[in-house]
T-cell receptor, first 115, second 114 residues
Framework: NAGVTQTPKFQVLKTGQSMTLQCAQDMNHEYMSWYRQDPGMGLRLIHYSVGAGITDQGEVPNGYNVSRSTTEDFPLRLLSAAPSQTSVYFC??????????????FGSGTRLTVV | AQKVTQAQTEISVVEKEDVTLDCVYETRDTTYYLFWYKQPPSGELVFLIRRNSFDEQNEISGRYSWNFQKSTSSFNFTITASQVVDSAVYFCALKGASNYQLIWGAGTKLIIKP
């Protein structure tokens, strides 16, 4: 049982480049989400999904796209990277949007630097 | 609006001391969930506890205990007999029943000195 798997763990992009951060879970969780963590701040929600084919915006969605074609996968796309998107990105999943006793399961994070 | 405040940016104690991390929250939801997560230097997020708004029982798990008080909108976390391995950033988070967003505090960096 791998839990939530994020790839890559580290990435350096040049301004204007695009890339996709991968997130996969093997727990059959309906709910998946992407957060970013900036120094001195808590995590902030970028996008989330409550099931295959359903996505919605979080607190800081600008510059990011998501899709959910399967229950297992929830990739995050940066369309045109900017230095402001330098951050650590976490993918999280849950059975019921955090209402289960186990809360959310987080991936190990992707450290992204945009130069 | 929902908000989580962790006023203690950094706490430093000597090993074996007890330490309490404060968390104060704001929400208009009558049903909500409170969480604590640990982020060790390696960077992963480790789930510690979830508490429902309708369950005010305090909880103890080994050296960890949590004090939930709705009257003061607080959900404080105490580590008894701290150990160096407890050194980490600890986050308190809130989720209202009316939405899917987990609102995070800014975190408290806990340093346990040997």
């Amino acid at each position: 049982n791998a839990g939530v798997t994020q790839t890559p763990k580290f990435q350096v992009l040049k301004t204007g480049q695009s890339m996709t951060l991968q997130c996969a879970q093997d727990m059959n969780h309906e709910y998946m989400s992407w957060y970013r963590q900036d120094p001195g701040m808590g995590l902030r929600l970028i996008h989330y999904s409550v099931g295959a084919g359903i996505t919605d915006q979080g607190e800081v969605p600008n510059g990011y796209n998501v899709s959910r074609s399967t229950t297992e996968d929830f990739p995050l796309r940066l369309l045109s990277a900017a230095p402001s998107q330098t951050s650590v990105y976490f993918c999280a999943s849950s059975r019921t949007g955090g209402s289960s006793i186990f809360g959310y399961t987080f991936g190990s994070g992707t450290r992204l630097t945009v130069v | 609006a929902q908000k989580v405040t962790q006023a203690q940016t950094e706490i430093s104690v000597v090993e074996k001391e007890d330490v309490t991390l404060d968390c104060v929250y704001e929400t208009r939801d009558t049903t909500y969930y409170l969480f604590w997560y640990k982020q060790p230097p390696s960077g992963e997020l480790v789930f510690l506890i979830r508490r429902n708004s309708f369950d005010e029982q305090n909880e103890i798990s080994g050296r960890y205990s949590w004090n939930f008080q709705k009257s003061t909108s607080s959900f404080n976390f105490t580590i008894t007999a701290s150990q160096v391995v407890d050194s980490a950033v600890y986050f308190c988070a809130l989720k209202g029943a009316s939405n899917y967003q987990l609102i995070w505090g800014a975190g408290t960096k806990l340093i346990i000195k040997p």
